[in-house]
């Protein structure tokens, strides 16, 4: 069993910014990919950023240069640093980690239970 806690978000004004934190817990062997979505009111959930275990990241469009994904792999930890917050960024965000608990067991999704941010104009 993994557990994801998160904390971090708030109320901001527009042009703020806040930053997101997300640890798991568990007998956690490795972790592929973590990352972040959000989910707006009345709107599908969307990727915001995501971070390989290699590295990589991948960002949606309509956040790049403003959001930094970063993690603390010894503390199984991800981050999200928002910058120049919009009233369109006010959203639901889920953190969400696929990671496996024994070296040769599949890798599962897990998900935070989801933080609100609210930037007002």
């Known amino acids: 069993q993994v557990d994801l806690v998160e904390s971090g978000g708030g109320l901001v004004q527009t042009g703020g910014s806040l930053r997101l934190s997300c640890a798991a817990s568990g007998s956690i062997s490795s972790i592929n990919v973590m990352g972040w979505f959000r989910q707006a009111p009345g709107k599908q959930r969307e990727l915001v950023a995501t971070m390989t275990s290699g590295g990589s990241t991948n960002y949606a469009g309509s956040v790049q240069a403003r959001f930094i994904i970063s993690r603390d792999n010894a503390k199984n930890t991800v981050y999200l640093q928002m910058n120049s917050l919009k009233p369109e960024d006010t959203a639901v965000y889920y953190c969400?980690?696929?990671?496996?608990?024994?070296?040769?067991?599949?890798?599962?999704?897990?998900w935070g239970q989801g933080t609100q941010v609210t930037v007002s104009s």
């Open positions: 969400y980690f696929a990671a496996r608990l024994s070296p040769a067991g599949p890798y599962s999704n897990y």
